[in-house]
């Protein structure tokens, strides 16, 4: 035994073994409950970090869905184009590995939340010079690339391939091929793109489709956009026409490197819109509108609403949109004074004398006449002080409203608007859908002006509304502005016995397999709220005008044809002189019995209703004729853009050295005919 | 003494008293360290690389050559001279600073011929013989007692410092803590320690972590780890890569992991190849393993450990129990700071897991250390041997 008082101090020293043992599983405990707090309580914010660094994604343009008219004719569809795409990121990531050195950078100003930063970026113009000019030049392409548009395009969206260039000859494309040019992120790519079958067809309807802005390029489903519907069907059913885009993720390593292709899904074609357009109504209505210099024509359904052609004179070539129009064609649409890109369907217009039509039944509805009633109709009377005339210098005699209508006689209209009262003939032109838009949107519609009293205040403050402004809005004169597509929506109405419809354009849209997603019913607007024998006796005056009155230029024989003609006073000055500019109308129904058809037509720059809207709407009818008879329709051909013109401007010579106010509160006498157009001036 | 007696027990008897249990714990993460080197160098395009799990194989091999020979060894052999073999292997870390090869920013590893060896490690061993040797010299377990084991502490401690292997330097302190604690220290100076210690935790945490302080003495890319240890994503493309891939890497592994040779950190070279193999193996572990393979890695090293103490426990002799506890604590703290840099415990030091990260000497002297906590089980004091005491 050792000495006692050399041994050290006794100690408990398993309990201290102990301890530690304690101590060690306590700190390997504390690691496995740090380990499952990473793994498995973080451990999908830590997978989804892993998949952000190691993938990329390149998008794969989905293709617009066609836009087809009521029986399945497509009227726009896609090409195939060829064309380099520049994939912007790949290059740059493949720029170190592929030539053996670093990406070159520059200082770029990038404006971030308000603050201008200056960061350092991949010189995206080098990278892609570097890897672009032996390409072009085997290609014997010109290069010509914009560095600040380049590195913008690097920016806002790396993954959308950047096109160097478009329409591609085939022989470029074998070319390219055949010698095998193509390196990572330099490919020939087919693209689909926009293509109107028909030219100049139906091309305020369609509209066209465009690149979209900084602001719009993020879809709805946040995927970048390609192009996107820049106005009319294209704009209203751009979310159904968009593509599905597809893409490509690509896996990367650390130095972003492409290493795998890691998934692919193919883009899809978007959904099919089928409108209530028919081709070779369309067609027929666009030869017959030709003619003239400006103008525009509807035929509708007026059981259903359904806009089964809608043309508008001068017009263009949506496929000179696409890709992107040029900067002089787009000056030379933009500064045409006969302004092609108006849609003049939906634009607004005196509407002379076709508004009596309302007239009539605002004050059959309130009981201003009845169709019995008979007003003497001199060849003019006297308002507040003013003679008002009528167009012809005879005058009528007693008269009920169907010879007033069938005559078109002012004198006549003049006392029953005033009998009605401007209060109601408001009321019901604001039932009839006056002054207000119809409902299409994107074809850039105009409300229209619906002035009374109330109007006049906000519009015209220092003057009063008068007797003598019910009595020229009684004979569509005045302030009174509408649209071609009102006036045919109200005679739809009088043609359907009593409904006011709103107008359809669009049936439905089906998927790319034919599968319905939508369709859409007709949708009434409003009931008249005509008595059936008021009614009918505006359609009697109706009829009439065809038969022997101022429309007698539509008639066919055999065919049942109601309608109204118009011609509205208008001023234009044109190169600095004063020019009557007279709005011509016709609008009409047929068959009598059971409607199927109204048209509508308004020629800028025309004579009259009956001598230049008239044959021009008896055409239509023709054409629609004779398509029912044999069941085909005109050839569809390749439309050319309609030109515009100035022809049927009559020049007014000043009389006094006031020069008059090109629209007037005072009296505007309506002429009606043309041979005395000339001949009478206002007093 | 009573070394010549209980090496008189013949082959057989130590073969009877052999603990089998170690030997195959260890061999089992052996083995699973060599299958997940494959899996982190197999995508590598060095052959070196390539040929890691193959040569951790041979070193595994020698690696339990040596600890079957130091089994069978009495340990108190080397304790007797514990104090030669400290001595003995500081110049060694003092050629290392001189004519060391740098790995990683730090002059570590001595090339001897075809291999390359870390002093680091063979010291670390030195001292826990050195301190057993101590255990049975020193009268006092006050003052006395620690005093010179601390200042030979300092030594090592101050020597790996300047390679710089801030993680290394940092095995000797917790060694001399453990070795003082079970060696019969004072409870006082045990407070003072643990006092202490709470105190450079304190420092650590709210000084150079919450406040912003520097620590005197380190380099500044030391520190900067440090720092990036505190907010990783104060330099996410530089010192803060690595922790950040490490945990992108587990993290992304979720309960069940990805599968065998499935981890993509490590094969797309987000998880830098050259550490992914050796100091960042866990991360490798952890996302092709997912949590069940990370916790099941602690859980098989925390079994060695206590396996070890359980031999501690058993021993009836201070520089027995010492051995085995002082080299429990290598293997600990190694297992500690080498997980926990990985999961963002502890900040990123270049030190390996034992028996897992690929690395020959290391290996071999995790098992030499293994070996000789065997031989103080196979010579322990037990009511057979008793008789021969004195």
Redesign the interface.
């Known amino acids: 035994m050792r000495d006692p008082l050399?041994?050290?101090?006794p100690?408990r020293?398993?309990l201290?073994?102990?301890?530690?043992?304690l101590v060690?599983?306590a700190?390997?405990a504390?690691?496995?409950a740090?380990?499952?707090v990473?793994?498995?309580v973080?451990?999908q914010?830590?997978?989804s970090?892993?998949r952000n660094?190691?993938t990329i994604a390149l998008r794969l343009d989905g293709a617009r869905g066609p836009i087809l008219d009521r029986n399945g004719i497509a009227l726009a569809e896609n090409r195939a184009t060829y064309e380099i795409d520049l994939y912007l990121d790949q290059l740059v990531r493949d720029y170190p590995k592929r030539h053996r050195g670093r990406v070159p950078r520059i200082q770029v100003e990038r404006r971030m939340g308000g603050a201008t930063l200056l960061r350092k970026e991949p010189d995206i113009y080098r990278v892609v010079m570097t890897d672009l000019i032996p390409i072009a030049n085997a290609l014997h392409l010109e290069v010509k690339l914009d560095p600040k548009e380049l590195q913008r395009h690097y920016f806002t969206s790396p993954n959308v391939p950047f096109r160097f260039a478009s329409e591609l000859s085939y022989v470029t494309v074998a070319r390219f091929a055949e010698q095998n040019l193509g390196v990572p992120g330099i490919d020939v790519a087919v693209r689909p793109v926009r293509h109107y079958n028909f030219g100049a067809f139906a091309s305020h309807i369609l509209g066209y489709v465009g690149p979209p802005g900084d602001k719009e390029r993020i879809g709805p489903d946040g995927s970048d956009l390609e192009t996107i519907g820049r106005i009319g069907v294209e704009r209203l059913m751009d979310g159904q026409l968009q593509g599905k885009p597809g893409g490509r993720i690509l896996?990367?390593?650390?130095?972003g490197y492409i290493?795998a292709e890691e998934g692919y899904t193919s883009p899809n074609l978007g959904a099919s819109v089928y409108l209530t357009l028919d081709a070779r109504i369309q067609a027929i209505v666009q030869e017959a509108l030709r003619e003239v210099g400006r103008g525009a024509a509807i035929v509708m359904d007026p059981n259903t609403g359904d806009i089964l052609a809608m043309a508008s004179v001068p017009d263009f070539d949506p496929n000179g949109f696409v890709p992107k129009i040029s900067q002089e064609d787009w000056k030379r649409l933009t500064s045409d004074p006969t302004r092609p890109l108006l849609n003049r369907s939906v634009s607004a217009y005196a509407p002379g004398s076709t508004f009596k039509v309302l007239v009539s039944l605002a004050a059959l509805k309130y009981g201003a006449i009845t169709p019995k009633t008979q007003i003497y109709s001199p060849a003019a009377i006297d308002i507040g002080g003013h003679l008002f005339h009528d167009w012809t210098k005879t005058g009528r005699g007693n008269i009920t409203l169907e010879e007033a209508l069938q005559y078109s006689c002012n004198t006549f209209f003049y006392q029953v608007g005033i009998r009605t009262g401007i209060k109601h003939l408001d009321e019901m032109a604001a039932l009839c859908g006056f002054g207000e838009p119809t409902g299409l949107p994107y074809l850039g519609e105009s409300p229209g002006i619906l002035p009374g009293p109330e109007w006049m205040k906000i519009h015209h403050p220092m003057e009063r509304w008068t007797t003598a402004h019910t009595a020229n809005f009684s004979i569509g004169q005045g302030f009174l502005e509408v649209t071609p597509l009102q006036m045919v929506l109200l005679m739809g109405a009088v043609a359907n016995g009593g409904t006011l419809l709103y107008p359809r354009l669009v049936v439905g849209v089906t998927d790319p397999q034919g599968r319905q997603l939508a369709s859409i019913p007709p949708r009434p607007r409003a009931d008249l709220g005509m008595r059936p024998q008021d009614l009918d006796a505006i359609r009697k005056g109706l009829l009439a005008v065809v038969e022997s009155g101022t429309g007698h230029s539509v008639a066919i024989p055999g065919v049942s044809i109601a309608g109204k003609t118009g011609s509205a006073q208008a001023k234009r000055r044109w190169n600095g002189k004063l020019y009557n500019d007279v709005r011509a109308w016709f609008i009409g129904f047929t068959p009598y019995e059971r409607p199927k058809y109204v048209v509508g037509v308004m020629v800028e720059g025309g004579i009259g209703g009956g001598a230049t809207a008239g044959p021009i709407v008896h055409k239509i009818l023709e054409g629609i004729l004779a398509l029912e008879r044999n069941g085909t329709g005109p050839q569809l051909v390749y439309f050319t853009p309609a030109r515009g013109n100035f022809n049927g401007l009559t020049e007014i010579q000043p009389k006094n050295d006031t020069p008059q106010p090109v629209r007037q509160a005072t009296p505007v006498r309506e002429e009606e005919d043309s041979q005395e157009s000339s001949s009478s001036d206002e007093g | 003494m009573g070394m010549e007696e209980n090496d008189r027990l013949g082959f057989l008897t130590k073969l009877a008293r052999f603990d089998w249990s170690l030997l195959a714990v260890a061999l089992a993460l052996s083995a699973f360290g060599i299958v997940v080197v494959y899996s982190a160098t197999y995508s590598s395009e060095s052959q070196d690389f390539r040929n890691a799990a193959f040569s951790q194989t041979v070193w595994l091999l020698i690696g339990i050559a040596v600890f079957l020979l130091l089994s069978f060894i009495d340990y108190r052999l080397w304790v007797k001279w514990g104090w030669l073999f400290f001595l003995a292997s500081l110049p060694a870390l003092f050629l290392v600073l001189v004519v060391g090869q740098t790995v990683n920013g730090a002059k570590s590893w001595l090339r001897v011929g075809p291999i390359s060896i870390e002093p680091a490690d063979l010291t670390k061993v030195g001292f826990v013989l050195f301190g057993a040797w101590w255990l049975d010299r020193a009268k006092s377990r006050g003052i006395v007692f620690a005093a010179p084991l601390l200042l030979a502490m300092a030594i090592p401690t101050i020597l790996v410092l300047k390679q710089p292997a801030l993680g290394s330097a940092g095995v000797f302190l917790p060694l001399c803590f453990a070795i003082l604690f079970v060696g019969g220290l004072k409870m006082r100076y045990v407070f003072l320690g643990v006092l202490g210690l709470v105190g450079v935790l304190a420092y650590a945490y709210l000084g150079v972590g919450k406040l912003g302080w520097d620590i005197p003495g380190l380099k500044p890319y030391q520190m900067n780890r440090i720092r990036t240890f505190f907010d990783p994503t104060l330099d996410p493309l530089g010192a803060g890569w690595t922790i950040n891939q490490s945990l992108i890497a587990i993290g992304s592994g979720g309960m069940t992991g990805k599968g065998y040779l499935q981890g993509t950190q490590n094969m797309l070279g987000f998880l830098p190849k050259n550490i992914a193999y050796n100091d960042f193996i866990f991360s490798v572990v952890g996302e092709e393993w997912g949590f069940f393979g990370g916790a099941a890695v602690i859980v098989g090293e925390c079994l060695l450990l206590l396996l070890c103490l359980r031999i501690a426990f058993g021993a009836r002799e201070p520089a027995g129990r010492a051995v085995a506890v002082g080299i429990a604590t290598i293997l600990f703290t190694h297992i500690f700071v080498n997980v926990g840099m990985t999961i963002k415990v502890v900040p990123i030091t270049g030190i390996p897991l034992p028996f897992i990260s690929y690395g020959g000497t290391f290996l071999i002297s995790c098992l030499a250390g293994l070996g000789l906590v065997e031989s103080v089980w196979i010579h322990r004091k037990t009511k057979e041997t008793d008789f021969r005491e004195p």
């Open positions: 050399a041994s050290p101090p100690y020293a398993k201290r073994v102990g301890i530690v043992a060690i599983t700190c390997l504390l690691l496995i740090r380990l499952w990473l793994q498995v973080e451990g914010t830590y997978a970090r892993l660094q190691t896996r990367v390593n650390y130095r290493v």
